[in-house]
């Protein structure tokens, strides 16, 4: 046989010497010291009950090793709690088959788990898995707890549980029957689930069948735990797949009617993140007579913005088909939304207008949809975040779809308009994608008898200022080019074009931009432009003597020119 390793001599010894007893005066010692750890207020936790201990069979090194940790707990913990010293006295006790001495290292795992302020050193996890493994149950409940505590405040690395294999005695622990160990259990693979690795391999394990049974816990803060863990496991779409598979949809939707807000909002959002994956949609929304649809739409009226808020995220996730819109819209659904237009979180006032751009992508949606309170609020809300790219954008793009509907007009006389035309005045802190949303909303308005009437009421000198120099910014071609279509429509009105006249040079430097440049539909754009703004004397005047004049001279001589070789050339080709 081959020479034993220090760890494997060492187990044989003690093995050997577990065969020997040790004083029932030393079990009373660590009883009573024991019974004063669990009162003290630093442990922020019920006291355990204090048991009978069975007569254990101790090690003579256990034995020494004991006394010296108690005298080492009854000086305060003056040492270095995570010394050379404390790691081999926490070893010994945590292997031992004593409960007593197990239950000695898990407390005061305990206790330095809710004062430790560095990094738990990970040699420390592997007395973690005896204790883990204990049949004793305070031991697994006091552990469990300080592991939770560990993680919870970044004393331990979530990937060190998984290389330190103590996932696999944590998820053993998901099937005890004790609800405290159950709690502490799932609080853990709920903080380990949030890295991307730790989910996949909870999942490999067999981690969601457990937690699936826990969800459904008649104990609140084991239920909390377990659908909290479920949640933040199906941010991995290999999970979502598994936990399809496994039948967790009717579980999670069936827990949206929780009286607690906490499992609402952990199944909500969980359900949220398998609405991602549109291949489950049949299978999410044939549960009930649209039982999901009215039980989200229900939930949007929450007290808790959470809440609230999640389900507007879920309604929005499975709103990507016409068949779901109209469901949606026929609940009917404005209602519920007006209130969060209204809120005063931003990001439920955000995911509110996310899904009603969404609903109005339908046509036969619009008409629904339209109404005043909707446009106050929607003015409102432009008005107030006037560089929000998520509010001004899809608020922009709802509009629009508006105004394709029948209820133009009541889009038109809403606070609406002014709230776009200021965040045109913002251009220059928007992003250029909120701003194509905006200037493409104008551009669909200012085609409609009386909106660019409309317009020009709200318009001042600054903005007209911004739209002329949004116009020149030819780089960004869409906007700019909407930004110069409304003003050639808004130029119908002598009132716009006196407004312009103080800008006439920046006027004449974009439209020659427009003359020349290879696209047809700016070219076209540009001298349209110029023929209205020609019958005004001044712009006349000043186009005269302007390099637009020469450029358009220029060109008028190559047309003609043009025009004498294309009539040269169809006589050759006649005969």
């Keep these: 046989m081959g020479q034993l390793c220090a760890k494997c001599a060492q187990l044989l010894c003690d093995f050997l010497l577990s065969m020997k007893t040790c004083s029932l005066g030393l079990v009373h010692d660590i009883r009573e010291c024991l019974a004063q750890i669990q009162i003290c207020p630093c442990l922020k936790r019920k006291s355990f009950e204090a048991r009978q201990l069975y007569k254990p069979v101790v090690q003579p090194q256990e034995e020494e090793i004991a006394q010296e940790f108690l005298q080492h707990m009854e000086r305060g913990f003056e040492m270095s709690p995570l010394g050379k010293d404390s790691l081999e006295a926490l070893r010994t006790l945590a292997f031992s088959e004593n409960p007593g001495f197990q239950k000695s290292a898990a407390l005061y795992y305990l206790h330095i788990s809710q004062h430790l302020n560095i990094q738990l050193p990970p040699e420390h996890l592997e007395t973690y898995y005896a204790l883990l493994k204990s049949n004793d149950l305070e031991v697994q409940q006091i552990s469990s707890l300080s592991l939770v505590n560990f993680l919870l405040e970044g004393n331990v690395t979530k990937e060190h549980i998984i290389q330190m294999d103590l996932l696999e005695p944590v998820l053993e622990l998901l099937e005890s029957d004790d609800a405290t160990v159950q709690c502490n259990s799932c609080a853990c693979i709920m903080t380990l689930a949030v890295s991307d690795v730790n989910q996949e391999a909870i999942g490999a394990a067999g981690g969601v069948v457990p937690l699936l049974a826990l969800s459904k816990s008649n104990d609140l803060r084991v239920q909390q735990n377990a659908v909290g863990a479920i949640f933040n496991l199906t941010q991995s779409e290999w999970i979502r797949q598994l936990l399809f598979r496994q039948g967790t949809l009717p579980v999670l939707i069936l827990l949206l009617e929780s009286p607690d807000s906490e499992v609402q909002y952990y199944s909500c959002a969980a359900l949220s993140n398998m609405a991602t994956n549109s291949q489950h949609h049949e299978a999410m929304l044939q549960i009930g007579d649209r039982f999901l649809l009215r039980t989200l739409l229900s939930l949007l009226a929450s007290s808790e913005d959470k809440v ?82 998520v509010i001004i954008g899809h608020a922009a793009c709802f509009i629009k779809n508006l105004s394709l509907s029948q209820g ?53 000198e600054p903005l007209i200022d911004s739209l002329v120099r949004l116009a020149g910014q030819v780089e960004q071609t869409e906007p700019s080019f909407q930004a110069a279509f409304m003003i050639r429509h808004i130029i119908q009105h002598k009132e716009a074009v006196s407004l312009l006249k103080s800008h006439m040079n920046k006027v004449q430097q974009y439209l020659m931009k427009y003359l020349i440049h290879q696209e047809n539909r700016f070219q076209q754009l540009g001298i349209a432009t110029l023929c209205i703004l020609q019958k005004d004397p001044e712009f006349s005047s000043a186009f005269s003597h302007s390099q637009l004049k020469k450029y358009l001279d220029q060109v008028c001589q190559q047309t003609e020119e043009m025009q004498e070789l294309l009539s040269i050339a169809f006589k050759h080709m006649d005969t």
């Design 308 to 389: 609230s808020n999640q389900a507007c995220v879920c309604l929005r996730n499975l709103a990507t088909s016409e068949r779901v819109q109209t469901s949606i819209v026929a609940l009917p659904i404005l209602p519920h939304l007006l209130p969060l237009l209204a809120s005063n979180n931003p990001k439920i006032q955000q995911n509110a207008i996310i899904l009603l751009r969404m609903l109005s992508q339908h046509p036969a949606n619009q008409n629904a949809l339209i109404c005043d309170e909707v446009l106050q609020a929607l003015g409102t809300l432009l008005l107030t975040w006037k560089t929000e790219p």
């Design 408 to 460: 133009i007009q009541r889009v038109v006389e809403s606070p609406c308009v002014k709230g776009l035309l200021q965040a045109v005045h913002s251009a220059d802190l928007l992003e250029e994608e909120p701003l194509l949303c905006v200037t493409s909303c104008l551009t669909e308005l200012v085609k409609h008898e009386g909106a660019a009437a409309r317009m020009l009421e709200l318009m001042d």
